[in-house]
Structures are given as structure tokens and as C-alpha cells.
T-cell receptor, first 109, second 118 residues
């Protein structure tokens, strides 16, 4: 059974810092991996989707990498802002989507 | 881009009543829809997978008689929480897979429904 783990569970940084969120999965037979943002009490906002054949995707200040063989992905956020404060979820598609527990990010002004 | 809507966005009900949540794909046909549940400060847990015109497949530990899923058309799936109890209070999120794209690609998520059972 696919298990998705995210580290750290929570992270607090001052504004302007670059940061890395980690995601690991136990079964490398995935179709794709997706990073989402979730604000409190809200639904999911898709940030980046990496197909299994890809190594990374970039959107603005966000960069996600995928190493399928080692079962790892990272989400890099450059020059963090208070508006980046949210929970970030990693999910892998294996027929259906399996989610990690998320990293709760707080960016302090 | 593909849009998935949910209705209602929130609902409060008394214990023992049944609540129906709708999930619609607005601009594409969804051959497969998924229902997730999210408890506070926890991640999304898949409850069931539904294919249009057939019975839903439930994950282990999810009571099919309590969480009734109907996927009667290519754009609509409903989740009915029967005889709801306070422990059913949660955030329910649906997602839909665009059947025109080969079936294994992106899932599109609805905005979620907050259920509170008093």
C-alpha cells in the first residue's frame, strides 16, 4: 500500500527565507506527483504537477523536483512571503490519489 | 481549466438526519469521481471511488450503507451521509477525473463541503 510522508509537519520562518518541504512515498510506481496548497477551512489549490517521466516543474517562486527511484519529492519556495502561509500537501497518483499529512507553513512578517 | 463544484459548501444538521452533498464537473465529463474526508489538521483520506453507472468502490473501514454514493451521470456524483452523528463532522472533498484525457492523468478537486453534526 502506498504511504506518503511529509516532513516537517510544521515550519515557521521569517519573511524572505528560502525553504524546502519534503515528501516521500513508498511505491515508485506512480503516474504523477502533485503539490497542493490548502488554506484553513478551504479546498485544495493545485500548485505543481510532475509527471512520472519528469524531474521537476517550476511556477514563479515555486520549484518542485521528483526523484521517482528514491521515492522523494521536494517543494522549494523562494523568498517566502506571509501570504505563503498555508498547509502544503503532497499527493501521488496511483490509480487514485494518496495524500501526505501536509506541512503547515507559517511565514512571519 | 476544468472546474468541479460542490454543493452545499457547508451544512449543519441534527444527529440522526441524512445529508446529501453534490459534486459536479462543470465543463468536462467525469467518468470517475472520488470522495475524500478530511478531519481537522489531518490529510485527505480517500473514502470511495465511483464510476458512472456502476457501484462505488469503498476503501477499507468506510461503511457503504452509511455513505451512499450515486454517480448517475457523467457530470454528477452525490454522497449521502445517512443517520449522521457528531463523529461524521468533517470536511468532505470530491474530485473528478476527465475521461477524455485517457483516465490516468489529472484529478480536479472541488472546494469541499464542511459538515457539522450537532
Amino acid at each position: 500500500k502506498q504511504e506518503v510522508t511529509q516532513i516537517p509537519a510544521a515550519l515557521s520562518v521569517p519573511e524572505g527565507e528560502n525553504l524546502v518541504l519534503n515528501c516521500s512515498f513508498t511505491d515508485s510506481a506512480i503516474y504523477n506527483l502533485q503539490w497542493f496548497r490548502q488554506d484553513p477551512g478551504k479546498g485544495l489549490t493545485s500548485l505543481l504537477l510532475i509527471q512520472s517521466s519528469q524531474r521537476e516543474q517550476t511556477s514563479g517562486r515555486l520549484n518542485a523536483s521528483l526523484d521517482k527511484s528514491s521515492g522523494r519529492s521536494t517543494l522549494y519556495i523562494a523568498a517566502s512571503q506571509p501570504g505563503d502561509s498555508a498547509t502544503y500537501l503532497c499527493a501521488v497518483l496511483v490509480g487514485d490519489m494518496r495524500f501526505g499529512a501536509g506541512t503547515r507553513l507559517t511565514v512571519k512578517p | 481549466g476544468a472546474v468541479v463544484s460542490q454543493h452545499p459548501s457547508w451544512v449543519i444538521c441534527k444527529s440522526g438526519t441524512s445529508v446529501k452533498i453534490e459534486c459536479r464537473s462543470l465543463d468536462f465529463q467525469a467518468t470517475t469521481m472520488f470522495w475524500y474526508r478530511q478531519f481537522p489538521k489531518q490529510s485527505l483520506m480517500l473514502m470511495a471511488t465511483s464510476n458512472e453507472g456502476s457501484k462505488a468502490t469503498y476503501e477499507q473501514g468506510v461503511e457503504k450503507d452509511k455513505f451512499l454514493i450515486n454517480h448517475a451521470s457523467l457530470t454528477l456524483s452525490t454522497l449521502t451521509v445517512t443517520s449522521a452523528h457528531p463523529e461524521d463532522s468533517s470536511f468532505y472533498i470530491c474530485s473528478a477525473r476527465d475521461g477524455s484525457r485517457g483516465g490516468t492523468d489529472t484529478q480536479y478537486f472541488g472546494p469541499g463541503t464542511r459538515l457539522t453534526v450537532l
